[in-house]
């Protein structure tokens, strides 16, 4: 991935893909002193770009440090990667950490770094495919409580456990892992919100100890347009015998319905189908963009 063509956002200026490096003693790479987004442009525009740049920043603030640059530069910036590059469906890497200056725990005057890679991953909303639904595994690691780690925050720290679960799962022929959490309630997916549908309801976790997605958000405003309930609430795992329809939600997953997790078994249906379908129109671009 360190060798595609095109230009990276770094610091301010654009540039070539292969010169955006860091120095081996960054802080961010010893320590996780580091924050990310993940977002999607469609048609030109990046989807709810606001709100991902202002996640960054609570992110980076979670962690005792501010990115030094407004949610207006990051948004324009991100605007620029997706222009320069030709990209208008893309994915979007925002990354920020603390730089090399001081190697230590502690380094609280280290330059803080912005960068901002984006690559063709064009989405594919092909209802018939996707609604076969995934295979997913249960996860050995669970979410930590939130007094052990700074749960909130996207920070690339906390990815540790989703690596190590993703992979577990991939090996088993399974596309991901359904995390619970440090009490034993479902909570997520390894980079993804997750939903279950009973009795024409939708049920998902109180996001409590794991990333409140802003695709969740979407949804959850989509499937309340429809006049869908949405139930937030504990939700343990003994339940998902009892659900027919479940489904995962990210900037990256979009909708994605689930056929299985372990031994549970799931009919992607209606509900899905809906909300995969409404998804699918409310991420079009808007305003002058839509019109080009
Ligand atoms: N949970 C985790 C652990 C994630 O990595 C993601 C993807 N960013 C999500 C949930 C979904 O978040 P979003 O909808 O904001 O992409």
């Not at 469609?42 to 989807?47: E, I, S």
């Not at 949804?219 to 949405?230: D, Y």
Request: with cysteine.
């Amino acid at each position: 991935f360190d060798n595609i063509d095109g230009v990276i956002w770094f610091d301010g200026k654009l540039v070539p893909w292969q010169d955006a490096n860091v120095h081996l003693l960054t802080h961010g790479l010893h320590y996780a002193s580091c924050v990310f987004e993940g977002e999607r442009a469609y048609g030109g525009q990046v989807f709810k770009s606001t709100a991902h740049s202002l996640r960054l920043k609570a992110s980076a603030n979670i962690l005792d440090f501010e990115i030094p640059y407004s949610v207006a530069e990051i948004d324009a910036a991100k605007q620029l990667v997706i222009d320069s590059n030709n990209l208008p469906n893309a994915y979007l890497r925002p990354i920020a950490w603390r730089g090399s200056e001081m190697m230590g725990v502690s380094a609280p005057g280290n330059t803080i770094h912005l960068a901002i890679a984006a690559w063709n991953w064009p989405s594919y909303f092909d209802p018939a495919a996707k609604l076969r639904g995934i295979r997913m595994d249960l996860a050995s690691y669970r979410r930590p409580d939130p007094r052990t780690t700074p749960a909130l925050a996207k920070a690339s720290g906390l990815y540790m456990i989703c690596t190590i679960s993703k992979q577990r799962a991939e090996r088993k022929g399974h596309a991901d892992a359904m995390m619970l959490d440090w009490e034993g309630r479902v909570a997520e997916c390894t980079g993804a919100n997750i939903f279950f549908v009973q009795d024409g309801k939708i049920h998902t976790p109180i996001a409590d100890c794991f990333l409140a997605g802003i695709t969740r958000a979407t949804v959850i405003e989509l499937a309340k347009r429809r006049g869908i309930e949405v139930i937030e609430r504990r939700i343990m795992p003994e339940e998902l015998a009892g659900f027919t329809e479940c489904f995962i939600t990210g900037s990256a997953a979009e909708v994605t319905p689930v056929a299985e997790i372990a031994t549970w078994r799931f009919t992607p249906g209606a509900i899905c189908e809906a909300l995969m379908t409404d998804y699918a129109a409310e991420v079009q671009p808007k305003g002058e963009r839509a019109a080009a």
